[in-house]
């Protein structure tokens, strides 16, 4: 960032800052606390992107969390300009105030023997406040002038020992960061915390070395922080440069910077290294795709798929490319075999549905859309367009029809009347002659007509709502099992009443 860019940020924070010690008329709707925070906030960016920023660290200190920090701003000012009269007079009020409160709650003749933990609600846990603790034995006096020491760290840095600087953001030594920023809120946070003190997002464990920046580069991904993400990637590459999956996504996140060249060098050199890897062509591909390569994509796509031919993700990227490059016959190949080996995905659903519907082939559109509508989230654009299309190939009953008992007994009655005709004709429309099995028979027309209808028009209709649950067979995927099995029992009884089995009587009725 330039100098003058950084010189506006840090106006930002005195503006706000200001406004929070009501030196400024407050913006409609914002309180002090508010105000406070934002100042805080912005301070605290300043002070990391220029460290020597006098200015930011006399104001952070007007607005810090804690004593603990206002004493690390001051010091800092020290340890900048040690005649600075300001940090002196603020130091030199700090250390009477600590006396005042020490005199009010302390025995007499205690003492400290050793330095206190910070507060826990600082950012700066790895400081001790050694100042604080100090000033009972050796206040500063406002004109003191001896240059203070920048106070390390009890541990050092975390990953490899060394004493560094309080006021160190990334190791001299070994140059992994001491401080990053917090993927939900942008808090700068000490690397050894597990959680972020302003927003409380979990942060993973620094002991576990690239693996905790690796799954930072994900938190950072998942935020849309790309540039972030990059940073973590690379420091964990500097801890371990062969862990798995570490190359591949660090050429996804350099394609989601737009800087593409990078991106496919990065994934053909990690191809070189593990060309039996499948999901590191998916990524070439996708990177190759981004850039309008389509040719190039589509081949390394299949090379993914042949060294993976069950990965439905590779038959699904390649199925969506031919479909987007208006082939919807080769798309229709990849999808189906997409479907094939991941059945709940409602996405490659979607997808097929599109490629039929691109061919004009009308009932396998149908099919393919309503197990997209069935998989896909309705908050999903993709389910809206699909749903809206969907509507409009085969638009859906009322619900009322679709839940009452008229619409059903309409539809049931239709197979059960002409098996209930052809009984009476077969009798001789005499219901006194019909036999034990001609009733058998049409209590079986009765189950199959009720199946049929449940299992394909109707499959939430009362009477199977009563006795599964209130989605009926909507949900089922063995509903052409169970349809078929409804027009097999039907056409049995319908067998029945027409083959002599003594249901009638042997002369004419007439």
């Known amino acids: 960032m330039e100098h003058s860019d950084i010189h506006k940020v840090l106006q930002q924070g005195i503006a706000a800052a200001k406004a929070a010690h009501g030196k400024q008329p407050l913006p409609p709707g914002a309180s002090k606390d508010a105000l406070q925070k934002r100042a805080r906030q912005i301070l605290r960016h300043v002070t990391e992107l220029e460290p020597t920023n006098i200015q930011a660290w006399l104001w952070l200190s007007t607005v810090a969390e804690d004593n603990n920090e206002r004493y690390f701003c001051l010091e800092t000012v020290l340890v900048l300009d040690p005649d600075n009269r300001v940090a002196l007079t603020g130091l030199d009020h700090l250390h009477r105030q600590a006396q005042v409160t020490d005199d009010d709650i302390l025995p007499e003749g ?27 034995t050796s ?3 406002p004109v003191q002038t001896s240059r203070p020491q920048p106070q390390k760290s009890t541990g050092g840095c975390p990953f490899c020992g060394q004493p560094v600087s309080k006021i160190d953001t990334i190791c001299p030594h070994c140059h992994l960061p001491l401080v990053v920023d917090c993927p939900e809120c942008n808090t700068r946070i000490d690397v050894e915390w597990d959680s972020c003190p302003e927003c409380h997002h979990p942060q993973g464990d620094y002991r576990q070395g690239a693996a905790y920046f690796t799954d930072l580069a994900n938190d950072y991904r998942q935020h849309h922080r790309a540039k972030n993400a990059v940073e973590a990637l690379r420091w964990a590459e500097s801890i371990d440069p062969e862990q798995p999956g570490l190359h591949q996504r660090l050429g996804e996140v350099m394609a989601d910077l737009g800087r593409t060249d990078e991106a496919v060098t990065i994934l053909r050199e990690a191809i070189e290294r593990e060309p039996e890897e499948s999901g590191l062509y998916l990524s070439l591909g996708h990177v190759l795709r981004q850039a309008r390569h389509f040719t190039k994509a589509a081949t390394t796509y299949v090379e993914a798929i042949s060294r993976s031919p069950k990965s ?9 490319l031919y479909l987007e490059r208006g082939k919807p016959k080769e798309a229709t190949r990849y999808l189906a075999k997409a479907v094939r080996l991941a059945p709940q995905d409602g996405l490659a659903w979607a997808r097929l549905g599109l490629a039929y519907d691109e061919l004009q082939q009308l009932q396998p559109t149908i099919n393919a859309y309503q197990q997209a509508v069935r998989l896909l989230s309705p908050e999903l654009v993709e389910w809206k367009r699909v749903r809206q299309r969907l509507n409009v190939l085969s638009p859906d009953l009322p619900e009322g029809l679709v839940r009452g008992w ?15 005709l052809a009984l009476l004709l077969d009798s001789g429309l005499r219901p006194w002659w019909i036999d034990w099995s001609g009733w058998l028979a049409l209590l079986l027309a009765m189950c199959g007509a009720f199946l049929w209808v449940s299992a394909t028009s109707l499959p939430q209709n009362p009477l199977v709502c009563l006795i599964t649950n209130q989605q009926g067979f909507e949900a089922l995927r063995a509903r052409p099992v169970i349809a078929a099995a409804g027009i097999f029992f039907w056409l049995a009884a319908l067998s029945i009443i027409l083959l002599p089995i003594h249901q009638s009587l042997p002369e004419t009725p007439f």
């Open 110 to 136: 205690f003492a400290f023997d050793t330095p206190q933990e910070s507060h826990p609600s600082s950012r700066y846990k790895r400081i001790k406040p050694t100042a604080a603790t100090s000033a009972q």
């Open 139 to 141: 206040p500063r006096s």
């Open 312 to 320: 439905a993700e590779a038959h699904f990227a390649l199925g969506d």
């Open 406 to 420: 008229p619409e059903f007994l309409r539809q049931a009655a239709g197979p059960i009347l002409v098996c209930l």
